[in-house]
């Protein structure tokens, strides 16, 4: 570890440029202490995550398949300047990019023969220090299934250091799985320190060790909208009185709740049970249900009328209304398995 921040050091100062290696995913592993620096490798270094979209930037220069150096160009929308780029390879495994921020064109071609040799000697560290990547992303997977089964501090531990995370990481799930985060069983991905904004099904990121929790809440709001519950927003952060259908009891019935709910269930045709969530959750407005149906206000009244024979509870009027909507909650988030 210390001879090649030692090569680091040596190359940087051979050049008079700063000069950063880091692996596959961006991540800083050494760099040099002097040297001009842009925002890019500033960011880089003092906050140790990759700059935002650097994989997609990357990309777009073509570096992941370039076979040798490579002099990209300034992009002042991003505040990089122009700068040396040596894909580091192990056989035909790409590890990383070693770095030479060179703004002032004062390294030609010809001068890049220790370059070449430093990215030689880094990517045969890496190679050494690092696992395949085949192999750390089945340990990654298997310390996320220990975190889903239950709180762990090793595991979390472990993970934090295969993946080079900051000390103490925040986790937040999304449902369904998005390819920007680590796939989980049950169509559910994992997202580590999730921008401020960003909504997530699971609500507001918890530790990293309470991943299993993310995940439960990942998959009860998931449940509670294909159940029908109209949310602030998709998160469990927004599920308001949802929140006691989801923590109610299994041996808790809808009947027991409001006996009315297993009668609307009972029927042969859905268009009772249908209505009577629908008026229930526009605070009785005929108006607005009748539009939501795609029904003639006639055709409500009728079913309201029969709702209410059904039932005993006139749905615009306050009693039994409130007890009845928790019962057809409850049966539609009982139906909605995962």
Known sequence: MADIQQQVEALAGVLGCAVLV?????????WSAQGEVDDVRLRSILQREPPPGAAALV???????????VRTPSLPDVDMAERWCVPLRHGRDLLGYLWVLDAHGRVAEQDLDPVVACAKIAAEVIARLEPSEDERLRRRDQLLTRLLAAPDADAAGELVELERLRPDPRVAVASPATATGWPLPGGLSAHIDPAPAAVFVSGSPVPLIELGV?????????RALRAGARLAAPSWDSLGEWHLIVAAPPELTPGQVHPGAGVLGAQKRPE??????????NAGDVTVSAEHLHIHRTTLYYRLDRIEALTGVNLRLAAGRDALQMALHLAAYRNAAD
Do not use: F, K, M
């Open 22 to 30: 880091e692996d596959q995913r961006h991540r800083p592993l050494w």
């Open 59 to 69: 990309t777009r220069l073509g570096l992941p398949s370039a076979e040798g150096p």
């Open 214 to 222: 993310a995940a439960q809440r990942a998959r009860a709001t998931a």
């Open 272 to 281: 009772l049970i249908e209505t009577a969530r629908c008026v229930l959750d």
